[in-house]
Nanobody
């Protein structure tokens, strides 16, 4: 059974930074691509960033490219999302997902497991 637990969310002023973590249990983490998605109030969940099983490939939504960095530590079963230059438009609940497969993906339906989410609020 795979469990994902996000942490690191909080309240930050515009222009600030946060680093989210997602700790995974289970034996599949090191062979699975991982992703971060977010859902703002009244909106559908949207793709943010993804990373391949090895960390060698990453992919970002245009809205976060150049500001966010996804990384992973397979020895710690953890994936990270470093978020810089935050704006109020980044306010959302952030979810990490583990997909069934090694290649990165931006499609929500390709992810088999999800965490409970962590709230990120950016004040202006």
């Amino acid at each position: 059974q795979v469990q994902l637990v996000e942490s690191g969310g909080g309240l930050v002023q515009a222009g600030g930074s946060l680093r989210l973590s997602c700790a995974a249990s289970g034996r599949t983490f090191s062979s699975a691509a991982m992703g971060w998605f977010r859902q703002a109030p009244g909106k559908e969940r949207e793709f943010v960033a993804a990373i391949s099983w090895s960390g060698g490939s990453t992919y970002y939504a245009d809205s976060v490219k150049g500001r966010f960095t996804i990384s992973r530590d397979n020895a710690k079963n953890t994936v990270y999302l470093q978020m810089n230059s935050l704006t109020p438009e980044d306010t959302a609940v952030y979810y990490c997902g583990e997909r069934q497969g090694a290649a990165i993906a931006a499609t929500e339906s390709l992810y088999a497991y999800w965490g409970q989410g962590t709230q990120v609020t950016v004040s202006s």
